[in-house]
Every structure is written in structure tokens, then in C-alpha cells.
């Protein structure tokens, strides 16, 4: 069944972004008008995904105020609020404890148009246990690089020269995950990539996304995102 719950990741600090972020949580900062995270948001319900986790924690409470119980924005929106920063894994394994099916896990810091349907056919094309959705980068040397056999995922070589990487396809921040998989997580904090995907060796798939992305982690990469996105269709 298509999953119907995603978690968003929006806890971070923003330090890159600083001095937008001294006032204004990440994910609230505007792209063209328009909050990072209810561009994330709006995408989800466009494509029927209205069971919404947002994880937050710096400034949680201007992101509360924003966005409520998500009746506004067409979704049923849920928080759950990390009182000391856990990491991409342990944000996503507390987030997801009553979650029982298979769902969809979001970096909130990113800037993109995924068409949610089709990553999920892959998912179960490969039978996978995660998909990972990649993206074609230019610069090798800023990203995580994926080394990949078919549609399965090898590894990833982090920043590597430009010799060194197996494609330009960067991890993309958007994952389909079954349900039991986080049990490889350690309690309290974890990195997601390192703890879980990198441990787990089989099962982990990728879907290359091929429309628009964009990182906006530090001021410029944030600029290039105001100056390029072109909205979602």
C-alpha cells in the first residue's frame, strides 16, 4: 500500500545560515516567498502523503505557530520535539516509533520537486528495504558520492576527488524506509547514513531524482535556491 506518513527532519540550527537563523528557524527561512518546509509540505499533500511528523527542535515553537495541526495547509501535521539534538537517525528512529508501515523520511533543508509515486514504485520494484532518492550534482568534491551496482546502493565516498567518485549521483535527503529497519539504531543519537544505511549492506536501493534540487545548508547554496527554483508543477 502507498505509504501515507511522512517524517521531516527540521531540528537543525541552521549554523551556516547564520545570521538569517539567529531570528528564523531553517526551515521557515523563504524561498521565494514561500518557508522551505511548506514547500515540503505542499509537494507531500500534492502527491497524497497528508500524515505529516515534523521533527524539530531549534526554535520549535515558531514552527508550531506556523504551521499548527497543518488543517491550513490540507495535511494532519504532528511534532515531536528533540530536547537535545539527536542526529539525522536518532531524530528519524524517535519520530517513527508508532509508525508500523512503510514510510517516508524528509531532510527539511532541502529544495526540491520529488514525485513521491515514483520513488515509491522502485521501493517495491527492488523489494527494498530503503530508497534512497539520488541526485546528478556537478561539483563530486562538496557531496557524498554513491557507488552504486544497477539500482543497488554500494556505498558512498564522502567528498571525494573528482578520480575517486563512481558517479555524481549525491544523496538527495528524500528515503522510503520499511518498518523495523531503525532497529539497527542505538538509542539517543545517530547519524541515519553511517549507523543505519551503511550498516545495513543489503536491501538500501536508489531512485535517481531528475528534476529540481537544492541544497540550502549555507548562504550560498541557500541564494542559488531563491535565484533558481522554479516551483513546483
Same mark, same amino acid.
Given at each position: 500500500m502507498y505509504p501515507k506518513t511522512a517524517i521531516i527532519l527540521a531540528g537543525g540550527l541552521g549554523e551556516r545560515l547564520r545570521p538569517l537563523t539567529d531570528t528564523t528557524p531553517k526551515p521557515l527561512l523563504p524561498i521565494q516567498g514561500k518557508p #522551505? %518546509?511548506? #514547500?515540503? !509540505?505542499? /509537494? %507531500?499533500?500534492k502527491h497524497n502523503i497528508k500524515n505529516i511528523i515534523l521533527s524539530i527542535g531549534?526554535? &520549535? @515553537?515558531?514552527?508550531?505557530?506556523?504551521?499548527? /495541526?497543518?488543517?491550513?495547509? *490540507?495535511v494532519n501535521i504532528q511534532y515531536c520535539v528533540? @530536547?537535545?539534538? =539527536?542526529?539525522? *537517525?536518532?531524530? #528519524?528512529? =524517535? &519520530?517513527s516509533k508508532s509508525i508500523k508501515e512503510t514510510f517516508l523520511a524528509l531532510n527539511g533543508d532541502n529544495v526540491a520537486d520529488y514525485n513521491f509515486e515514483e520513488i515509491y514504485q522502485s521501493h517495491q520494484k527492488n523489494q527494498a528495504k530503503v530508497t534512497l532518492t539520488l541526485f546528478p550534482v556537478e561539483d563530486v568534491t562538496k557531496f557524498g558520492i554513491a557507488e552504486l551496482d544497477g539500482d543497488k546502493i554500494i556505498r558512498f565516498i564522502e567528498k571525494p576527488t573528482v578520480e575517486q567518485a563512481p558517479t555524481n %549521483? /549525491? /544523496? &538527495?535527503? &528524500?528515503?522510503? !524506509?520499511?518498518?523495523?529497519?531503525? @532497529? #539497527? %539504531?542505538?538509542?539517543g543519537k545517530s547519524s541515519i547514513e553511517r549507523d543505519c544505511f551503511e550498516k545495513l549492506k543489503e536491501g538500501i536501493y536508489a531512485h535517481k531524482h531528475d528534476s529540481q534540487w537544492f541544497p540550502t545548508d549555507d548562504l550560498e547554496k541557500y541564494q542559488t535556491a531563491q535565484r533558481q527554483w522554479k516551483g513546483l508543477k
Open positions: #522551505i %518546509l511548506q #514547500i515540503h !509540505i505542499e /509537494n %507531500l499533500r531549534y526554535k &520549535a @515553537d515558531k514552527i508550531r505557530e506556523y504551521f499548527g /495541526n497543518g488543517e491550513k495547509f *490540507g528533540e @530536547d537535545e539534538p =539527536l542526529g539525522t *537517525g536518532g531524530a #528519524i528512529k =524517535l &519520530a %549521483l /549525491n /544523496n &538527495a535527503g &528524500a528515503y522510503f !524506509i520499511e518498518p523495523g529497519v531503525l @532497529d #539497527i %539504531l542505538p538509542e
